[in-house]
């Protein structure tokens, strides 16, 4: 394995975690993040009809993006729970089309601004509540016709309401 990136022990705890949700066996120790791409390729009978991912209430510190990283192979998800962890590194500009759930909230240390770009176009439950999120609200988010609940309170942002809400 020379010249991969060995995960360090909280890459390996989210590992952990999502082998548990998806009901497989990895043993993460071994596994580096190049492996476990090709673990969840090989798998693809399970990867391939996961349709939730709920890892919630945890308390395990992971970076969000090394998670999307794992996500984004899912491609008939439809709703993600990491709500209650200890999550950093930002929201992703872009998250997988079929996503329709997104619940992020109670994650203080993610910090970061919204993207300016945000193309989460097919959300209808968006939960980003107490997430250390500061800056202007974009404008992209009025583009979000699915939205049937959005929570974004407790966190720093500033700007109105995009005018397609009505408000």
Same mark, same amino acid.
């Given at each position: 394995?020379?010249? #991969?990136?060995?995960?360090?022990?909280?890459?390996?705890?989210?590992?952990?975690?999502?082998?548990?949700?998806? #009901?497989?066996?990895?043993?993460?120790?071994?596994?580096?993040?190049?492996?476990?791409?090709?673990?969840?390729?090989?798998?693809?009978?399970?990867?391939?009809?996961?349709?939730?991912?709920?890892?919630?209430?945890?308390?395990? #510190?992971?970076?969000?993006?090394?998670?999307?990283?794992?996500?984004?192979?899912?491609? #008939?998800?439809?709703?993600?729970?990491?709500?209650?962890?200890?999550?950093?590194?930002?929201?992703?500009?872009?998250?997988?089309?079929?996503?329709?759930?997104?619940?992020?909230?109670?994650?203080?240390?993610?910090?970061?601004?919204?993207?300016?770009?945000?193309?989460?176009?097919?959300?209808?439950?968006?939960?980003?509540?107490?997430?250390?999120?500061?800056?202007?609200?974009?404008?992209?988010?009025?583009?979000?016709?699915?939205?049937?609940?959005?929570?974004?309170?407790?966190?720093?942002?500033?700007?109105?309401?995009?005018?397609?809400?009505?408000?």
């Amino acid at each position: 394995m020379s010249g #991969k990136k060995r995960m360090n022990k909280d890459e390996q705890a989210l590992v952990a975690q999502l082998a548990r949700a998806f #009901k497989i066996s990895v043993t993460v120790d071994v596994y580096d993040w190049c492996e476990l791409g090709e673990l969840w390729s090989e798998r693809e009978d399970t990867s391939e009809n996961i349709t939730e991912l709920k890892v919630p209430h945890l308390d395990i #510190k992971f970076s969000l993006p090394l998670a999307w990283s794992i996500i984004s192979q899912l491609p #008939k998800i439809t709703e993600v729970r990491l709500d209650q962890n200890d999550m950093e590194g930002g929201l992703p500009e872009v998250i997988p089309p079929t996503i329709e759930r997104l619940y992020i909230d109670n994650n203080p240390r993610l910090g970061g601004q919204l993207p300016q770009s945000m193309r989460f176009r097919n959300l209808s439950v968006l939960w980003l509540n107490n997430c250390g999120l500061k800056g202007p609200l974009p404008y992209s988010i009025g583009d979000m016709w699915q939205l049937t609940q959005i929570n974004l309170s407790n966190n720093k942002l500033t700007g109105r309401l995009p005018d397609s809400w009505g408000t």
